[in-house]
C-alpha cells in the first residue's frame, strides 16, 4: 500500500530553489504532525523541518530560513520550500508524519542535487 509519495526534487545550482511535495495517505496525514527528513550519501536520516496539523513549523538549523514547510489538509499533501540551496543540502528527501506511531511506510523520496 502506497502512502507516501514525494516529487519535486532535481538537480539545481547553488542558490537555487526547489519546491517538493509529498501527497499522503489520509491515516497518515489526517490530524498528524509532519515532517520532511533527508538523507545524504554515508550519513543517517535526518528530521530538517515540521509542521503540526494547525500549521505550526519548525526548523533544523541547517535549514532554517532558508526552508518552508506547509500542508494542504484538504489534499493530503505537505510541501517544502527549498530556497539559497546549497551543496550540503543533497540528498534525497522523504517526507512521514512525526510520530511513530503514525508514520507510514517510507515512500521512495526524492533527489535533490545541488552542484554546479
Known amino acids: 500500500q502506497v502512502q507516501l509519495v514525494e516529487s519535486g526534487g532535481g538537480l539545481v545550482q547553488p542558490g537555487g530553489s526547489l519546491r517538493l511535495s509529498c501527497a499522503a495517505s489520509?491515516?497518515?496525514?489526517?490530524?498528524?504532525?509532519m515532517g520532511w527528513y533527508r538523507q545524504a550519501p554515508g550519513r543517517r536520516r535526518e528530521l530538517v523541518a515540521t509542521?503540526?496539523?494547525?500549521?505550526?513549523?519548525g526548523y533544523a538549523d541547517s535549514v532554517k530560513g532558508r526552508f518552508t514547510i506547509s500542508r494542504d489538509n484538504a489534499k493530503n499533501i505537505v510541501y517544502l520550500q527549498m530556497n539559497n540551496l546549497k551543496p550540503e543540502d543533497t540528498a534525497v528527501y522523504y517526507c512521514n508524519a512525526v510520530a511513530a506511531g503514525f508514520a507510514g511506510n517510507w515512500g521512495q523520496g526524492t533527489q535533490v542535487t545541488v552542484s554546479s
Open positions: 509542521v503540526t496539523a494547525n500549521g505550526n513549523t
Open positions: 489520509g491515516s497518515v496525514f489526517s490530524g498528524n504532525a
